[in-house]
């Protein structure tokens, strides 16, 4: 079973950028599908982007262009790259772990773009 530990969120203006890390323990990440979802304010969580383990990815369109997900197996480590950030973007960003038909979720790092 896989542990999932985010990082990275903070305080952002509009227009600026954000690393968000997924750090896994208890497993090999390489061996999982993974991807980011987030949970805006008073708002159903939605996937963001994903990654599988042959490292194809895939977005939502809102953040196309802006955001960027990517894997570094020897560091068992996911990462989001944000930039051109939108007050829109307020969300809990949560990583998830998926792999023959179970799912591990970590416990949301809190993005916030705000002047």
């Known amino acids: 079973q896989v542990q999932l530990v985010e990082s990275g969120g903070g305080l952002v203006q509009p227009g600026g950028s954000l690393r968000l890390s997924c750090a896994a323990s208890g497993s090999i ?11 805006p304010p008073g708002k ?3 996937l963001v982007a994903g ?3 042959g ?6 369109d809102s ?18 790259q944000m930039n051109s ?17 179970y799912e591990y979720w970590g416990q949301g790092t809190q993005v916030t773009v705000s002047s």
Request: one cysteine or more; aromatic letters at 14%.
């Open 85 to 101: 950030l939108k007050p829109e973007d307020t969300a809990v960003y949560y990583c998830k772990a998926s792999r023959q038909g």
């Open 44 to 46: 159903q969580r939605e």
């Open 55 to 60: 490292a194809s990815t895939n977005y939502v």
């Open 63 to 80: 953040v196309k262009g802006r955001f960027t997900i990517s894997r570094d197996n020897a560091k068992n480590t996911v990462y989001l």
């Open 29 to 39: 990440l390489s061996l999982y599908t993974m991807a980011w979802y987030r949970q």
């Open 51 to 53: 990654i599988t383990r």
